[in-house]
């Protein structure tokens, strides 16, 4: 499966737009991206996931590079209890859980 | 609310002890996840149950075990606890047929402190 790089950290501010970047440059064409968020101490929070094309919900956009080999989380008007650690996990749907490899992620902190 | 429930919320007990922790999972769901989330480990897969069959296993510990029940709840039985066992422990849920991945939900997990 593949392995993704995500910055360990990143700051916003409150009202504007979060970008957190991932990199997974070894992606297989059946591996799909997933996001997942975890507030401190609280449950991980499935966001959104995609294969190839662009994808956006009540939550945020997932912006898929041509290449697939990054992507873009978007929270579009970011709020302090956007202040979370944002998960990056590339797998495909044909296996199990085992695979899911919850990394560092990236400590998104939202400022007034 | 991801509609994945787990008690107890908080859980303090002694080495040696053993303890059960229980999860229900979302409506219709038919898989359920159990993960351990210590400071210095991340979150961890530790097994996953699907209609009641043990489906996949992790990194769990020959101490600990686990079951599906026919109403799909679950439990996570930990025992002779050790210092290192304290940790949150999620359970989350998924539709997944069982070999596949779907999305997972998670509950609000059950921190586990060994003293």
């Known amino acids: 499966d593949a392995k993704t790089t995500q910055p360990p950290s990143m700051d916003c501010a409150e009202g504007r737009a979060a970008n957190l970047p991932c990199n997974h440059s070894t992606i297989s064409g059946n591996e799909y991206v997933y996001w997942y968020r975890q507030i401190h101490s609280q449950g991980p929070q499935y966001i959104i996931h995609?294969?190839?094309n662009n994808e956006t919900n009540e939550m945020a956009s997932l912006i898929i590079t041509e290449d697939r080999k990054s992507s873009t989380l978007i929270l579009p008007h970011a709020t302090l209890r956007d202040t979370a650690v944002y998960y990056c996990?590339?797998?495909?749907?044909?296996?199990?859980?085992?695979?899911?490899?919850f990394g560092d992620g990236t400590t998104l902190t939202v400022k007034p | 609310d991801s509609g994945v429930t787990q008690t107890p919320k908080h859980l303090i007990t002694a080495t040696g002890q053993r303890v059960t922790l229980r999860c229900s999972p979302r409506?219709?769901?038919?898989?359920v996840y159990w993960y351990q989330q210590s400071l210095d480990q991340g979150l961890q897969f530790l097994i996953q149950?699907?209609?009641?069959?043990?489906?996949a296993k992790g990194n769990i510990l020959e101490r600990f075990s686990a079951q599906q029940f026919p109403d799909l709840h679950s439990e996570l039985n930990l025992s002779s606890l050790e210092l290192g066992d304290s940790a949150l422990y999620f359970c989350?849920?998924?539709?997944?047929?069982?070999?596949?991945?779907?999305?997972?939900?998670f509950g609000p997990g059950t921190r586990l402190t060994v003293l």
């Open positions: 995609g294969l190839k």
């Open positions: 409506s219709g769901d038919l898989s």
């Open positions: 989350a849920s998924s539709q997944t047929s069982g070999y596949s991945y779907n999305e997972q939900f």
């Open positions: 149950y699907y209609n009641g069959e043990e489906r």
């Open positions: 996990i590339v797998l495909p749907r044909n296996t199990n859980a085992g695979k899911s490899t």
